[in-house]
Every structure is written in structure tokens, then in C-alpha cells.
T-cell receptor, first 116, second 113 residues
Framework: NAGVTQTPKFRVLKTGQSMTLLCAQD?????MYWYRQDPGMGLRLIHY???????AKGEVPDGYNVSRLKKQNFLLGLESAAPSQTSVYFC???????????????FGSGTRLTVV | QQQVKQSPQSLIVQKGGISIINCAYENTAFDYFPWYQQFPGKGPALLIA?????SEKKEGRFTISFNKSAKQFSLHIMDSQPGDSATYFCAASMGSSASKIIFGSGTRLSIRP
């Protein structure tokens, strides 16, 4: 049981380049999320999805796009990378209901992205 | 009103001591308060969680204390160990269906041997 897998783990982009981050989960979770983590800023939600074919904006969506064509995959795209998008990106997934006492998110191990 | 404020930003505790991290919230609709633990190079992982109908929850050396009237909750790590050195995030969410969890800004905890 792999949980949440993110690829790639590291990437360096030049300003203006595009790329896609892939998140895959094998827990049959309904909900998936993309966060960015910056020093002193905690985890900020970029986009999320409540099911296959659906997406919604989070707290910091500008400059990013997402797609959820399959239930197990959630893709985060950067169309034209900027230095301000240098960050560590985390994908997470969860059940679509909160029935368990210790309900929570399962996070991937992150993608460290540097835009130069 | 959606924010969760966490303090301190960093904390150094001697081995065997008690580590205390505090969080405060404004939105009284929040009804689920988890804590996440993150080791360097890893994603956050659920550590312990509490609902506002109880004032305290203990799991091993980790205890959440919850003060509903003050809208505050805290994580206590008893007998802190070097292996507890990590970044800790408090969080809050609301509703019976899964919804966005609002995270605090994180506390970097270092336990000195």
C-alpha cells in the first residue's frame, strides 16, 4: 500500500517554463488536495478536488491549474513558472466523509521545486 | 475568521522536558482539531486529533488540551525525546463531510539531548 505518491521529487525550472506535478493515491479516497509549503507560512491550499472530474480553487490558486480525470490521480500544472512559485508542493488525499475518530489527510512526501 | 494562529514559531526543549505548542481560532463552527507532525523531507502525518465535546485527549506521551470558551487548544509532549524533533502543525476543520482543513503556520521543535 503506497498511500500517496508524488512525482517528481525535485525539479529546477527556468522562468517561463511549464511543468506538471503528478499525484497518485491508492486508498480510494474521494478528496484530493494540493498545498504549497513555504518557510513561516505553513501549508497553503492551492486547489482541491471532491471527486473525479471536479476541481475547486483554494487559498492561493493563481498561476496554477489542476485536473482530476481519474479518481486516483490529481495533476498540478504550472503554465509559466515564476520565481515566486519556488516552494515545496504537497499532495494529500482524504475520505469524502468524516466518520472516523482520527479522520485525517494522507500526505505525499513532497516535490521541491526551484524556479530560477 | 478562517485563520488558525499557532505559537511559538520555534521551540527548544531539553530531553525529558515538556513541550507545549499553542493554537487559537476564531470560527466557532470549527469542530475538528487535528495535529500533524512533519519530519524533514517528509509530508505531514496525522498525530492526534480532538473534537470540542471533550477537554482533553491523550495518546501516549501526546496530549491535546482544548478550551472551547477561550477558542484555544494546545499540544503537550511529555518526556520529550530527540526523536520528537519535527515541525508540528495544528489545524481545524468543520462539517460532517470532508472539507478543507485550515493549518496553522507550524512550530519547529528541537529536543536537546
Amino acid at each position: 500500500n503506497a498511500g500517496v505518491t508524488q512525482t517528481p521529487k525535485f525539479r529546477v525550472l527556468k522562468t517561463g517554463q511549464s511543468m506538471t506535478l503528478l499525484c497518485a493515491q491508492d486508498m480510494n479516497h474521494e478528496y484530493m488536495y494540493w498545498y504549497r509549503q513555504d518557510p513561516g507560512m505553513g501549508l497553503r491550499l492551492i486547489h482541491y478536488s471532491v471527486g473525479e472530474g471536479t476541481t475547486a480553487k483554494g487559498e492561493v490558486p493563481d498561476g496554477y491549474n489542476v485536473s482530476r480525470l481519474k479518481k486516483q490521480n490529481f495533476l498540478l500544472g504550472l503554465e509559466s513558472a515564476a520565481p515566486s512559485q519556488t516552494s515545496v508542493y504537497f499532495c494529500a488525499s482524504s475520505y469524502g466523509y468524516r466518520a472516523q475518530a482520527n479522520y485525517g489527510y494522507t500526505f505525499g512526501s513532497g516535490t521541491r521545486l526551484t524556479v530560477v | 475568521q478562517q485563520q488558525v494562529k499557532q505559537s511559538p514559531q520555534s521551540l527548544i526543549v531539553q530531553k525529558g522536558g515538556i513541550s507545549i505548542i499553542n493554537c487559537a481560532y476564531e470560527n466557532t463552527a470549527f469542530d475538528y482539531f487535528p495535529w500533524y507532525q512533519q519530519f524533514p523531507g517528509k509530508g505531514p502525518a496525522l498525530l492526534i486529533a480532538i473534537r470540542p465535546d471533550v477537554s482533553e485527549k491523550k495518546e501516549g506521551r501526546f496530549t491535546i488540551s482544548f478550551n472551547k470558551s477561550a477558542k484555544q487548544f494546545s499540544l503537550h509532549i511529555m518526556d520529550s525525546q530527540p526523536g520528537d524533533s519535527a515541525t508540528y502543525f495544528c489545524a481545524a476543520s468543520m462539517g460532517s463531510s470532508a472539507s478543507k482543513i485550515i493549518f496553522g503556520s507550524g512550530t519547529r521543535l528541537s529536543i536537546r539531548p
